[in-house]
């Protein structure tokens, strides 16, 4: 496996229950690259995500993380390699507030942001420090979301659908963010149904049907491939 290779998925099946979800998934995520999941809803790219985490009970194939097989690791040990997952709810305890959110998850490697890192990242936390979760808005539960995990030293980022439902200024920010991050030297997959928005920040794309991964687009190749794009999305 290439040097540059951070992490790959080979065969990757997945069930939940009897349903078989994916189905041999392959493709991988270069160092330093933000690499993106699309496709429609239901095809597998969410738990594609979970199941790079250990968060899915039975899960069979290869996955790699800097050289290391996490196949059959359980989430806590993956998280210590240095993989963090940013799930679509976003998952903020609505009892605690912004500092308490941010503080709750540990730090399982050096390397993590500071607290005044993340609001260099995202001021508007930094404003609402003493808020509770539920006191927050969409697009401030997003950037906590992020902004925690960004404490824990992980240098792999998977986010799953950042920008849903976000005001179109929150988006920006967002994808601000990730091009900052990925010049940090973080490398990020990210899930996302706005491929407008993913082709602003992403290095390539990989296109996902009924669990399987079925083709692979550079970003520069984006444009001239609008029209195949819009047939595997729907739109």
């Known amino acids: 496996m290439p040097e ?60 790699r993380f800097d050289g290391t097989q996490i ?3 359980p989430s806590d040990r993956i ?10 709810e976003r998952g903020i305890f609505a009892s605690l507030d912004v500092r308490e959110n941010l503080l709750l998850p540990p730090a399982v490697r050096a390397g993590g942001l500071s607290l005044a890192q993340v609001f260099g990242l995202f001021p508007n936390l930094k404003e609402r420090l003493a808020s509770q979760g539920t006191k ?20 792999l980022l998977l986010l799953d659908e950042p920008t849903e439902g976000l005001a179109p200024v929150i988006v920006q920010q967002i994808g601000r963010t990730i091009s900052r991050l990925k010049a940090e030297g973080f490398t990020i997959l990210l899930v996302e149904q706005n491929f407008r928005f993913a082709s602003r920040v992403a290095d390539r794309h990989y296109v996902m049907e ?5 083709d692979m687009i550079p970003n520069s190749e984006l444009e001239s491939n609008l029209e195949k794009v819009h047939e595997y999305l729907g739109v």
């Open 79 to 88: 998280a210590r390699l240095g993989v963090a997952f940013c799930p679509e």
């Open 136 to 155: 927050l808005s969409g697009g401030e539960q997003q950037m906590l979301a992020i902004g925690r995990i960004l404490r824990t030293g992980a240098r």
């Open 210 to 214: 009924s669990g399987r991964v079925v």
């Open 4 to 63: 540059t290779t951070l992490l790959s998925v080979a065969d990757l099946n997945a069930w939940y229950g009897e349903s078989h979800i994916l189905h041999g998934a392959q493709f991988e995520v270069r160092r330093g690259e933000v690499v993106t999941l699309l496709g429609r809803n239901g095809v597998g790219k969410t738990t594609t995500l979970k199941a790079i985490m250990g968060m899915v009970a039975r899960r069979e194939g290869s996955i």
């Open 71 to 73: 196949i059959e690791l």
